[in-house]
């Protein structure tokens, strides 16, 4: 006679486990949908549980929630730009793009909700999170060039540009994902060059950050290989000399 098989334990979650769960499942439902379109039964849904038990965690309904799941993905995004501050800058950026749009990638229609706002989700507080999530990035970038406190050319430099790498992300994801995301990133690093290039021109610090960066790169990366593509295309311009 064969013995039943034994009852699988149930195993109660934690606050934090049961907030994280909750959290989890709204982040999954804003990487396919936009939050507007999101309801709480639909959280409750892809997580197992009772609407109730999203109020109990959630008690401000879906505002509070879609602001604490921002936070969240804020966080990681945040964390994307970290990156070790060894070898040349091309290198580091490329990395941190590499995170940067891999969460781009994974969360689609939930990452242009983030930036773009609007709808009954968007809020002063819901800005200030984005809006933190730039400074951050920006922090990075000039911890990379070894700037601890940038002129005013500078840091509007590495704001425009973490600003264009937003605006090509959402083209992007509009363009159906086109081009290749390697192809893409390499783009978004040869325009951090160009502009603080532009800058250089113009501002004694960031002559001294591209000269230092300059020193770590090869032949064969891509200051290299971006040199190689932009001097045929100026080389008549011996006259404007």
Known sequence: MTSP?????????????????LLDAALSLFAVRAPDDVSLD???????VSRPLVYRYFPGGKQQLYEAALRS???????????PPDGPLTRRLSN???????F???HDAGFSALLQGGGVVGTSRTSAIVDGVRRAAAGHILSHLGVAEPSPRLRMTVRMWITA?????LIWLDEGKEPALDELRDWLVEQ???????????????????RAAVALESADGPMGSLARRVLP???DAAHLL
């Open 165 to 169: 790498v937003e605006a090509a992300s």
């Open 104 to 106: 781009v990638d994974q």
């Open 233 to 235: 295309v100026v080389g």
């Open 42 to 48: 639909d959280v409750a849904e892809t997580a197992g």
């Open 192 to 210: 951090f060059v160009a502009c603080l290039v532009t800058t250089a021109a113009q501002d004694p610090q960031a002559a001294g950050v591209v």
């Open 5 to 21: 098989a034994p009852a699988r334990a149930y195993r109660r979650l934690s606050v934090e486990e049961r907030r994280g769960q």
């Open 73 to 83: 993905a804020a966080e990681e995004l945040e964390h994307c730009f970290a990156e």
């Open 96 to 102: 941190a793009l590499d995170r940067y749009l891999a």
